[in-house]
């Protein structure tokens, strides 16, 4: 689906409820799958947390997720952990482009029986489900956090518990935090010294569990963008938000700072103003909230602004290499943008072309990172439903509060 997103305003004083994080949706999916008496409100709806949640009520031989690549870094560990079952995951032509060899050879390493069907390294994987017994592991800690969160999550149901040792600098290291976290909510015994990880068995929660997930703050990014390109004083508010976030994007409250944005925490949400000016140099390193770093860019382009980004090497193998992918798209709109294997340096431009039409690449952030360049000029967005993938009422929210979009 084309969209044309034609130049706007946001409407002041609007409300928005975002569902819940699909980070934290999708960790206590995996859990509620080893504790079946824990009880999850506010699930994510994005087709990410549908895939996974459909994956793991499957009996199927083959479980196919399409482009949810939690789903398939979470199911490769989990299943592996299932004694007597067999199964094959596999997934789209750019899943099968994602490389998942890191967390293959350490479930190795613990006893798993998985091999390749393709090419080496890379999915549709054969897994056969094994009682893993072996309780102690190495990983490059700068690989991506959904490796080693798969490893944590399915932790508990070891017989031994495991021992993670991270060597080098550590990546979204918060999201290392929000997995361990979730596991102590539900009983679970950890500890995260220096670069080791200890994580307890355990087999059955004693009492049940009910919690809460809170609203995505990824998805919050696009609005704090929003405001950031809008006039002083325009504001918005955002629900079921918290002042003690397990999420790592939280920082967007921080960041935007700079783009002259105040986060206030009120009626059980945030209000995000522009309160000011943004500065005239935007400076981030990213390593632990990477999934941030298109929404960031298009802001400071929106505003003008030189932007350097560092530590972004994991985006290479998100749904598409999103640095080289907000190069393309970035210049197509008249800025001029030079990118490394983990940086993004985009140059002062007072300029914006208009009516351009976003490529998105089968990935959703591309989408909606885009869009709030509409305040600026007429833009198009090609297969605009992409969103769907994390937040899917995007298109319908950004109605609401005053965007005029219209199918082509």
């Not at 004693?206 to 696009?222: F, G, H, K, Q, R």
Request: charged letters at 20%.
């Amino acid at each position: 689906m084309l969209l044309k997103i034609l130049k706007s305003e946001v409407t002041n004083n609007q409300t928005i409820v975002i569902s819940g994080s699909k980070s934290e949706s999708n960790r206590l999916l995996i859990l509620k799958a080893l504790f079946n008496n824990l009880g999850i409100d506010n699930l994510s709806s994005s087709d990410d947390t549908v895939v996974l949640k459909q994956a793991l009520q499957s009996n199927s031989g083959i479980i196919d997720i399409h482009h949810a690549g939690t789903a398939m870094r979470f199911l490769t560990a989990y299943m592996s952990c299932l004694p007597n079952r067999e199964v094959v995951l596999t997934g789209s032509d750019r899943m099968q482009q994602r490389p998942i060899g890191v967390l293959v050879e350490a479930l190795r390493t613990l006893g798993a029986d998985i091999s390749y069907l393709k090419n080496e390294g890379f999915p549709p994987l054969k897994i056969n489900g094994k009682n893993i017994t072996r309780s102690t592991v190495h990983l490059n800690a700068g690989i991506s956090s959904q490796f080693i969160s798969a490893l944590m999550l399915v932790a508990p149901s070891l017989d031994n518990g495991l021992k993670i040792v991270l060597e080098g600098e550590i990546t979204s290291r918060p999201y290392l935090e929000m997995t361990l976290s979730l596991l102590n909510k539900v009983g679970v015994s950890t500890s995260f010294q220096d670069h080791i990880i200890n994580i307890q068995p355990k087999k059955a929660l004693e009492t049940p569990v009910n919690l809460i997930v809170e609203s995505d703050w990824s998805s919050a990014s696009y609005y704090y963008s929003m405001i950031a390109l809008s006039p002083l004083q325009s504001s918005i508010h955002l629900k079921y938000y918290q002042i003690n976030s397990l999420q790592g994007d939280s920082t967007l409250a921080e960041i935007y700072q700079d783009f002259g944005v105040e986060t206030v925490f009120q009626d059980n949400g945030i209000r995000i103003t522009k309160t000011a000016q943004a500065n005239t140099v935007i400076n981030f390193n990213l390593n632990n909230c990477p999934d941030i770093a298109q929404t960031i860019t298009v802001t400071a382009f929106g505003l003008g602004l030189p932007c350097d980004l560092y530590g972004l090497h994991t985006l290479k193998i998100k749904e598409t290499d999103r640095i080289f992918a907000l190069k393309t798209e970035v210049e197509k709109l008249g800025g001029e943008v030079e990118i490394t294997d983990n940086s993004l340096h985009l140059k002062a431009s007072n300029k914006i072309s208009s009516a351009v039409t976003i490529e998105t690449y089968n990935d959703h952030r591309m989408a909606m990172a885009f869009a709030p360049l509409a305040l600026k000029v007429p833009i198009y967005i090609n297969d605009a439903m992409v969103v769907t993938k994390s937040y899917t009422t995007f298109w319908n929210d950004l109605k609401s509060i005053g965007f005029q979009i219209i199918e082509e």
